[in-house]
């Protein structure tokens, strides 16, 4: 009867205190300005929670807890909130019993001191704090405040420990309750945004100040979207990347189609190399009114990335859904871009899963506008090879020695650019032996015949010129001269018959007719002498 009286005493006495406040302390988004003064600080936060604050208790997030791991492994946590703590803090929090998740940062320290800190709270509410005790040197209330630690000496980690505590328990204390005599308080009325006063801020590039007055209105109207919006556009300006994603992540769950939110996400996760986070922002943005190639362009680049990744990992399904989404992205983007290095990116990408209409139309649209640049020239060259369409490896080498007399190109382009040169010439050929056909059946005027053997003409001095630019390798430079020896023999034959169309003369057309046959023969020898590819 005693011990049932005792431990009924207990009960009564202890759980007043019994509960501590949980804290959960999330990586800061930047590196501190001293990664000594930041482990000097947390530790004087653990123990001024623990003395000062009530036995508050911060607990630092760590993707190896026990907690998180069999959260994830019983489907409670999502695989990706380990690696994006800020998204699923709220999940983070209930997982780990905590009432709030804050990040911290020190800004300043002088050696292993911290000076500055800055904290961010994403849970449960969405506010900012920042304090400095060069600024604001430490008071005698705070002195006597943190007596309970028993040190002799007040150290500037405990002050900056103190302050973010007492901030915090003012934040979150419960509203007080209105006692029977008060009337019920009105709703209060909806904040107007101060956005002159935001926009001459930015406009004066005065980001810190920009920062606390968007920081003071989300705190006022937290269910503004645009605020975290503007925040997020000054963050980014200052590559504040991953304080830009939170805010820009904000945003968007404000306000879903909100497409300057999205298209921010996008910039700032691909300057972290957050692709996946890129990939979610870009098929957001197909469901815009208007599709921007710039974040089609992104998407598929995206997709690329995490099917390559996926691939090495030995995931092949996920690869190919991946590489499938890039080739929606792509079909999507072809038509609305003019820019030949984006069309021959979407065209390589069309051509590794052999999709051949589509890399086709691709390459199409760009060889006509490709710069002067060798190494993207070479490029499309490859890719026309690879489609068998050495008309376009033609136009390409076309461009490429339009104001070059020398041209260099790797063994895999050279055979390509052989194979397309040698398919013009056999166009020439069959062009000069059809119509001096169709003229000796009377299909055709001697006026029509001058005119089509001019185009030839032009089109084999074409020929050659880029033939002599071009540059043999090694090991084909002796069947090369034999072929440049064809080209210039049926250059020669063209000219021949042209004077012959002129003037007409018999002896002139036999002779054209025997360097016709002759470079056709200097030709089919070539082509024996070498494997090189051909239509």
């Given amino acids: 009867m005693r011990w049932s009286c005792l431990l009924l005493l207990c009960c009564l006495t202890v759980p007043i205190c019994a509960q501590p406040t949980s804290v959960l302390l999330l990586p800061p988004p930047l590196p501190p300005a001293s990664a000594e003064a930041q482990d000097a600080f947390v530790t004087a936060l653990a123990v001024v929670g623990q003395k000062v604050l009530d036995r508050w208790a911060f607990v630092s997030f760590h993707r190896e ?15 990706e909130a380990l690696t994006k703590p800020y998204e699923f803090a709220e999940r983070l929090c209930a997982v780990e019993g905590a009432k709030v998740a804050l990040w ?23 506010a900012r704090f920042e304090t400095n005790v060069t600024e604001t040197p430490v008071t005698e209330e705070e002195r006597r405040n943190l007596r309970p630690l028993g040190t002799r000496m007040v150290t500037a980690e405990q002050v900056l420990a103190l302050r973010l505590g007492r901030w ?22 909806e904040q107007k945004v101060d956005w002159q006063a935001v926009d001459a801020l930015v406009k004066e590039k005065k980001w810190d100040e920009a920062v ?29 990347w991953e304080e830009a994603l939170l805010e820009y992540r904000r945003a968007v769950q404000l306000q879903p189609e909100l497409w300057v939110a999205w298209k921010g996400l996008a910039r700032a996760a691909q300057q972290r ?15 815009a009114p208007e599709k921007d190639p710039t974040f089609l362009l992104m998407g598929a680049r995206a997709a690329w990335t995490l099917a390559e990744e996926a691939q090495r990992r030995g995931r092949d399904k996920e690869a190919k859904a991946l ?22 990116e979407a065209a390589e990408r069309f051509w590794s899963q052999k999709q051949t209409e589509p890399a086709l139309t691709a390459l199409t649209k760009a060889v006509p506008q490709l710069p002067d640049e060798v190494e993207m020239g070479e490029r499309a060259l490859q ?19 339009a104001n070059r007399r020398s041209l260099s190109f790797s063994q895999t382009a050279f055979r390509v650019a052989v194979a397309a040169m040698d398919q013009e010439a056999v166009r020439l050929f069959e062009r000069v032996r059809n119509d001096l056909s169709a003229f000796d059946a009377l299909k055709l005027s001697r006026e029509d015949l001058l005119d089509r053997l001019q185009q030839t003409n032009d089109a084999a001095e074409q020929l050659v010129r880029i033939a002599h630019a071009l540059q043999p390798l090694a090991m084909f430079a002796r069947s090369y001269e034999r072929r440049l020896l064809g080209y210039e023999l049926f250059l020669q034959a063209t000219t021949l018959l042209l004077q012959w169309a002129e003037q007409p003369d018999d002896l002139t057309r036999r002779r054209a007719v025997a360097l016709y046959e002759f470079a056709r023969t200097e030709l089919e020898q070539a082509w024996r002498s070498e494997p090189l590819p051909r239509r």
């Fill in 65 to 79: 807890s026990p907690s998180f791991q069999r959260a994830k492994r019983e489907g409670k946590l999502p695989p």
């Fill in 104 to 126: 911290v940062r020190v800004t300043r320290a002088e050696g292993k001191t911290p000076q500055a800190i800055e904290a961010r709270v994403l849970v449960p509410v969405d």
């Fill in 168 to 189: 915090l328990q003012t934040l979150l204390a419960p509203p007080p309750e209105a006692t029977p005599s008060q009337p019920e308080p009105s709703p209060p009325a």
């Fill in 212 to 240: 606390l007055l968007l920081s003071r209105l989300i705190a006022e109207t937290p269910t503004e979207p645009q605020l975290y919006l503007r925040l997020g556009q000054i963050y980014e300006e200052q590559q504040r």
């Fill in 273 to 287: 190399n957050r692709w996946s986070l890129v990939l979610e922002a870009c098929r957001q943005l197909l469901k």
């Fill in 323 to 344: 590489r499938d989404e890039a080739a929606k992205f792509d079909a999507a983007l072809v038509p609305l871009v003019e820019e030949p290095q984006i069309l021959l």
């Fill in 383 to 401: 890719l026309a090879g690879s489609l068998k369409r050495f008309d376009l490896a033609y136009q390409v080498l076309t461009r490429l020695t």
